[in-house]
């Protein structure tokens, strides 16, 4: 259809041409009959005047569409993981007494950590992989997908920062401090902004043949390498090592297990109205086996002690410093106000079982 209307105005120009008319004339027939002006001058240019239009983009293959999508995949991981690393460092060193009893920093960091080692390396390479690639022509800067994720990049970009500014105003209206809302809002700007600075204004040089300095891709992988580095020593402060995070997950399950056993011990006591002997007692009818040290798999120790006490005890590869309760696994009184805060070596818990009274 726009062929045949672009036939049909060149005629009109030939014939009124032809018939005596100016191109001042003829242009100003077409603009009162309500036709286009930058098409109008377009028709009414000289041949010899035109500008060629720009070639059609190139298709992209199936290697173009992987990569490019495979880019734009670590990079949204690696932002996000980035704000949730440095998030959890806010919390830790900016404490809300508030919200503190419920949030577990070491848990928040280690998946954001995680995901940070693995996305933002992915996307260095591959990054450079696509610069390379259209450096000795094997892709186009004006590929359609690229222009696609661009775009979509920059939506999913702005309407991420929108999302967390409006989480984050929310929470700081519900009590959050200054200081932590002021740094995460920063936080947020710099990496979106990021996000955005990238994908649009890098493209849009690209597109326009606006080369970059022979060392500006250096110094961005230069300037994310120190930002990756910053970031995973602060998160690997706060989660700790591998092998610290193991010692602390046996001793979390140490914990466990020997709530696990006073939860028995009581039940034992409620039948029998009395205190088992040895945990062989208790274990049988109610669990298949007695549970072991995750570790060396050597048996928790039970000492009965006199009346309705009793002692568990355990070697513990940690000091635990937070005075944490059971009440989210013993239901019990008084189990549920236990202090199972545990030094590192052998470690006793004093512990009662509760008289029930029979209806």
């Known amino acids: 259809m726009a062929v045949k209307i672009s036939e049909q105005l060149h005629e009109f120009i030939a014939q009124a041409r032809a018939g005596g008319k100016s191109d001042s004339d003829i242009k100003a027939m077409l603009l009162n009959s309500g036709w286009d002006e930058n098409a109008v001058t377009a028709a009414l240019t000289p041949a010899g005047d035109l500008v060629p239009p720009p070639p059609p983009a190139p298709k992209s293959s199936g290697r173009e569409i992987f990569f490019y999508l495979l880019q734009f995949f670590t990079l949204g991981t690696a932002a996000v993981s980035l704000g949730g690393v440095v998030f959890a460092l806010i919390n830790h060193y900016f404490t809300d007494e508030v919200v503190a009893q419920y949030y577990q920093p070491v848990s928040s960091v280690t998946s954001a950590l995680a995901a940070l080692i693995v996305a933002l390396p992915v996307f260095a390479a591959v990054s450079w992989k696509l610069i390379r690639d259209a450096a000795a022509g094997r892709t186009s800067v004006r590929s359609g997908i690229r222009r696609v994720i661009t775009y979509l990049a920059l939506f999913l970009a702005s309407a991420t920062v929108i999302g967390d500014v409006i ?170 106000e236990v202090n199972w805060t545990h030094p590192a070596g052998e470690h006793c818990f004093d512990l009662e079982v509760t008289p029930r009274t029979t209806p």
């Open 167 to 336: 989480a984050l105003v929310y929470r700081f209206l519900a009590g959050e401090p200054d200081e932590r809302f002021l740094l995460k809002i920063a936080v947020i700007l710099i990496i979106g902004g990021w996000v955005i600075w990238y994908y649009y204004v890098t493209v849009k040089r690209d597109e326009r043949g606006v080369g970059y300095p022979a060392h500006w891709h250096s110094s961005h992988a230069i300037a994310l390498a120190v930002v990756f580095v910053i970031v995973a020593v602060g998160g690997f402060m706060l989660s700790g090592t591998p092998q610290e995070r193991q010692r602390l997950v046996r001793d979390q399950q140490r914990v466990q297990e020997l709530q696990n056993i006073s939860w028995q011990v009581q039940t034992y006591y409620d039948r029998e109205q009395a205190l088992p002997v040895a945990l062989a007692d208790v274990n049988s009818g109610y669990v298949p086996q007695e549970p072991a040290d995750p570790l060396t798999g050597a048996p928790y120790q039970y000492l009965r002690g006199q009346g309705l006490a009793y002692q568990l005890c355990a070697t513990f590869e940690t000091d635990d410093k937070q005075v944490t309760t059971g009440k989210s696994r013993i239901y019990l009184e008084p189990m549920s």
